[in-house]
C-alpha cells in the first residue's frame, strides 16, 4: 500500500498535497454521483421539458454569475477556510435534500434550489482549490501534482461515479444523495488538516472587491502569455461548445447510435483521458509544454473536421478516444501554466477569469451549435467549430510561443 501511495503522491509533494488529492477524490466522487442522479431526480418529479433543461441552466449559470466573486474573495480570505466553508454548505445542502426525500415532501422548486445552490457553493469550492496547489508543491512539480488531481476528475467523477450514482439512484432515490453528502463531509476533513502559508495578500490593504476583480482583469491583460492562453480558452470553448451541445443528436443521426451508443461515446473518451494520464509523466519530460498545447490544438481542429466528415461510429469512437487523452493532456498543461505564471496573491482572481472564459466560450458555443444544427444540419456544428479552430491556430501559432515562457514574464499591475 505504501509503494501505491508514493507511486501516486511522491513524499516530496508534501502531506498538505496528499490531504489535497484525497479531498478531490472523495469529493468528485460525491459530485460523479450526483451527475447521473441529478438529472435522473428531475426527470422523476416532472415531464416539463422547460424544468428539465432549467436544471442543466442552473448548473452552468453559478461559474458565469459567481465566479469573479468567488476569485476575489479567495485572494483575501483563508483558502483553507473558504473551501471548508463551500463544501459543509454542499453537506448541509444534500443533507436537507436527503431528509426531503426520505419524508417524501421534495417539489420540483426545492429540487432545483437544491441544485442551484450546490453549482454555488462548488464554484467557490473548486476555484479556490486551484489557488492552493501552488501553495502546497514547488512549481517543478505543478505539471505531475495537477496530473494526478486531473486522473481523479476522469477516474471518479467522469467513469466510475456516474455509473454508481444510476444503480443507487435505482435501488432509492436518496441513496446517491446521501452518499455524496457522506464523500463531501470527508473531503472537509481533509482539507481542514492541510497547513497553507500566508497567499501575499499585504496585511491592512485597503479597497473593495470590484477593485480586486479588476485588478485581475489588468494582470490578466498585461502578461501575453496569460492573456493568450485565456483568449485560447475561450475561442477553443466556444468551437468545442458548437459541437458538443449537439453531440446526442449527431450520435444518432449522423453514427446511427441509440442512447446507449452515445453514452459509449462518452466513455470512450474518458478512457482516453485515463491514456493521457499515464503518458503525461513521459510527454513533459520530452515535450515542452508551450508545444504540448500547440500539438494539442491541431488535435481538437483536426477532431472537428473527422467528426464532420465521418459517419462511422467506429471511427468516430476512434476519434473521441484519441480527444479524450489531448482533452486531459491540454487540460492539465494549461492550468500547470496558468499556475506557475500568476503570482499566489492573484491566484484566484486570474483563475476566475479563466473560468469566465471558460464557460462563457461554452454557453456562446451552445447557442451557435444549436442554431447551424436547426437550419443546415447536424454536421454544421462540427464544420464551424474546424474552420474557427484553424483560423484561430494559423493567427495565433507565433503567440502560442510565449505560453511555453510564461512563468518567465512576471508582469506586476498597479492597483
Known amino acids: 500500500m505504501s509503494r501505491l501511495v508514493e507511486t501516486i503522491a511522491p513524499t516530496r509533494l508534501g502531506a498538505g498535497y496528499r490531504r489535497l488529492l484525497a479531498s478531490s477524490w472523495a469529493t468528485n466522487l460525491g459530485d460523479g454521483i450526483a451527475i447521473a442522479a441529478g438529472p435522473l431526480l428531475v426527470a422523476s418529479l416532472t415531464d416539463n421539458p422547460f424544468l428539465i433543461s432549467l436544471a442543466a441552466l442552473l448548473r452552468w449559470a453559478p461559474p ?4 469573479l466573486y468567488a476569485g476575489a474573495l479567495s485572494d483575501r480570505l483563508d483558502r483553507r477556510m473558504i473551501m471548508v466553508v463551500a463544501n459543509l454548505a454542499r453537506t448541509v445542502i444534500v443533507g436537507v435534500l436527503v431528509i426531503t426525500l426520505l419524508t417524501d415532501t421534495l417539489s420540483i422548486t426545492g429540487a432545483l434550489l437544491a441544485l442551484s445552490l450546490l453549482s454555488t457553493a462548488e464554484v467557490f469550492a473548486d476555484n479556490t482549490a486551484a489557488t492552493v496547489l501552488p501553495m502546497l508543491v ?3 512539480d505543478l505539471a505531475l ?3 494526478r488531481l486531473q486522473a481523479g476528475f476522469i477516474t471518479l467523477n467522469q467513469l466510475v461515479g456516474p455509473a454508481i450514482g444510476a444503480a443507487l439512484f435505482a435501488a432509492g432515490t436518496a441513496w446517491p444523495f446521501l452518499s455524496q453528502a457522506v464523500l463531501v463531509a470527508l473531503g472537509v476533513i481533509f482539507v481542514s488538516r492541510i497547513a497553507l502559508p500566508a497567499h501575499g495578500r499585504a496585511t491592512g490593504s485597503t479597497g473593495n472587491l ?3 476583480i479588476a485588478e485581475g482583469f489588468r494582470w490578466t491583460l498585461h502578461h501575453a502569455a496569460v492573456r493568450t492562453l485565456v483568449l485560447t480558452i475561450l475561442i477553443f470553448n466556444i468551437t468545442f461548445g458548437a459541437a458538443w451541445a449537439v453531440l446526442v443528436l449527431y450520435a444518432s443521426k449522423r453514427l446511427g447510435m441509440g442512447p446507449v451508443g452515445f453514452g459509449l461515446l462518452t466513455t470512450v473518451s474518458a478512457v482516453g483521458g485515463l491514456l493521457g494520464t499515464a503518458l503525461y509523466g513521459w510527454i513533459t519530460q520530452r515535450v515542452s509544454l508551450g508545444n504540448i498545447m500547440r500539438i494539442g490544438l491541431v488535435i481538437e481542429t483536426l477532431t472537428h473536421l473527422a467528426l464532420a466528415m465521418t459517419t462511422s461510429p467506429w471511427l468516430a469512437s476512434a476519434i473521441f478516444f484519441v480527444f479524450g487523452a489531448h482533452a486531459f493532456i491540454w487540460g492539465t498543461t494549461s492550468i500547470t501554466v496558468r499556475q506557475r505564471a500568476v503570482p499566489s496573491e492573484l491566484q484566484g482572481r486570474v483563475g ?7 464557460y462563457g466560450g461554452l454557453v456562446a458555443g451552445s447557442a451557435i451549435g444549436g442554431t447551424l444544427a436547426e437550419h443546415h444540419g447536424v454536421t454544421a456544428p462540427f464544420w464551424f467549430a474546424f474552420v474557427g479552430s484553424a483560423a484561430f491556430v494559423v493567427l495565433l501559432w507565433r503567440e502560442l510561443t510565449r505560453i511555453a515562457h510564461a512563468d518567465e514574464q512576471p508582469e506586476v499591475v498597479a492597483a
Not at 458565469?64 to 465566479?67: I, P, S, W
Not at 476566475?352 to 471558460?358: D, G, L, R, Y
Open 64 to 67: 458565469l454569475v459567481f465566479g
Open 138 to 140: 514547488d512549481r517543478d
Open 145 to 147: 501534482a495537477n496530473s
Open 210 to 212: 470590484w477593485q480586486d
Open 352 to 358: 476566475s477569469v479563466n473560468m469566465i472564459a471558460t
